[in-house]
């Protein structure tokens, strides 16, 4: 539960060691590197924007030819690949692969250019294909397309756009010409939408004839092909296959690189990460032969740093004390209630002059999630899920990791909570004795009763409620201590009486107020606090309500103004009503979970005690409980994060710190990491 101390650092060294010593800094991972600029007329900046352009072009060129493999070699990747991250590379295997520049480069290229062969010869098929069709109409016919004359004949050549026979057109063609001895139909093919017609005629009627035939809607074919249509459509096919070979040739030149898809993923890393690397040269300022480099490193890592660059580079490393609102901020919590961390960076990152809350946070979410998701089964299934994963997947990415440790802990509650409420896959265990085995089910503590009670039978949802608004008062009041522990550390004790401490007492009065009253002992199962309670808890409100009165528009000097501001803050104890009520979803939520495991364990057994009875029981129990999980776990999520970012935070956080980002290894596929 900290904020490690941040200390600016400057690094000196030559010119010549600026590449060598941004490339230490990215495989470290350690130092946010800042804008620098020094006002003198000797220092300069430098535009690297096209070179830095240029590598992530040829970090492209790698994308590019690993699809081309991935197309075709289908690599075998299991349902949880997604878990497995980048591989790792010690710093000699990556110098070691780097060296192979040449021959990756020279490995993309062909690769590109065996696709640019295929992707020729896909047209020029899609061509002859189109050609194949248009011809195939034609098929019958025996003389070539362009095919036009005799020595005492025309020939003509098309199609109509509509079904006809040879009567038809004959007839047509009665009705604008005089004598159809003179010309000879005939049809070549006939479809619903086209009719192919070779006509011969003597030379002396073809005007004539062809404006008739222009008449009744001939099209004249767009084919120059000087063989007959099926030689033509033969030749085309035989031109298909050559092109199918080479497209076959290419494609296994290409499935015969497979092996070599490590050597383009590291370079597309490695473009990557060169082209980080000169982009973050424009944030160094140079003299003709040194530069300056600034930004800021976590305190435990300064010394080191300054150790090891003063080795390697000779290089002067200045190291002082961060101040200032722009301090980035790097939390450290220990292994339960880091996990949480990200659910805290989701809403915003402390400031640097608040406490870091995840470790109170943590502990309220653990029990939150489990008590909205209360059930034994549920959380063992969750918690195996995410130690199986944890321990098998040793390189997952961090943020993977950390949210898959806090689901684990999140399981471990909800199988503690299961196991209060009496809930092990609903009633699952009850419903099998009772149906396949004819008889009770055994005492088992926790799984066939509750340890504590079941909150959906008798006075539990009562019970469960009460609990529920009693966690909602400690959350709110935890919240509040935080808000004046940070005053505290500020130096403001007094601001802590007037802001938290009087809420403390105007809640906490009001509730033993109202737990000396007959209405809520009917609620609480008989349970009342003795009478003088009442006049306790009236006290510590009124105490309460006068300090948040007179003390809580402080601010404004005019005592008028400062009541009124008072008494308008003074009403906000509705906001408190309304923010212990939302916790009541802790039932609502943990009612729900159980109830629907319960509807599903008596629609498996419907069919009772016979081999179909078992089959469906098994199938429904499968199924629905597999569902249940998933729409329960992600309800109890959304809402355990609701409590904490409305309820908790609102009470104290103030946030709006900035994550630190240090200069690091950004890349797809490996992680290179050099250790100080």
Known sequence: MAILKMQRISIYALSRYSKDILETLQRMGVMEIEKCRIEDSVFYQTDNASLSASFARSAALMTQAQEIIEEYVKEKKGLLSSLEGRTPLTLEEYENTAAKNPEALKLAYKLLGYKKKINENNSKILAYRAKIDALSPWENLDVPMTFSSTSSSRAIIGSFAEELSKEDIDLKLSQLLPDTDLFDVEVISSSSDMTCVFILCYKEIYEDLMASLRKLGLALPSSSATANPREEIKSLKTRIKKREELIAECEKAIASQASTLYLLRFFEDYYLMKAERYSQLDNISYSPHTFVMTGYIPEKDGEKLKKLLFEKYSAEVELEQAEGEDVPVLLKNNAFTAPAEGVLLSYSAPNRFELDPTAVMAIFYYIFFGMMFSDAGYGLVMSLACGLALLKFKN????????????????????????????????????????????????????????????????????????????????????????????????????????????????????????????????????????????????????????????????????????????????????????????????????????????????GSMMGNSVAGVILFIVVFIIGHLLNIGINALGAYVHTNRLQFVEFFGKFYTGGGRDFKPYSVNTKHYNIKEDI
């Not at 896959?425 to 099998?432: E, Y």
């Not at 509040?480 to 906490?508: M, P």
């Not at 609480?524 to 006049?535: I, Q």
Request: aromatic fraction near 14%; charge should be positive.
């Open 396 to 603: 997952m990415e961090a943020g993977l990791k950390r949210s898959l440790k806090m689901f684990f802990y999140c399981g471990l509650s909800t199988t503690f909570w299961g196991l209060m409420f009496g809930s092990f896959f609903g009633d699952a265990v009850s419903v099998i004795f009772n149906t396949f085995v004819g008889k009770a089910p055994p005492i088992i503590p926790g799984i066939t009763t509750p340890i504590w009670f079941n909150p959906t039978t008798g006075t539990g949802p009562t019970t469960l409620l009460m609990f529920s608004f009693l966690f909602g008062i400690i959350h709110l009041f935890a919240g509040l201590i935080l808000q004046a522990v940070n005053y505290i550390r500020q130096g403001n004790f007094i601001y802590a009486v007037y802001d938290d401490l009087s809420w403390i007492l105007v809640v906490t009065g009001a509730v033993f107020a109202l737990l000396s009253t007959d209405m809520l002992s009917g609620m609480m199962g008989g349970f009342k606090l003795p009478s003088v309670f009442m006049t306790v808890g009236g006290i510590m409100a009124g105490v309460g309500a006068l300090l948040i009165l007179i003390f809580s528009g402080r601010e404004s000097k005019n005592p008028l103004k400062r009541l009124i501001k008072g008494a308008y803050n003074l009403y906000g104890a509705t906001s408190y009503l309304s923010d212990i009520l939302s916790y009541s979803r802790l039932l609502a939520l943990g009612l729900a979970t159980g109830v629907v495991a319960g509807v599903f364990n008596q629609l």
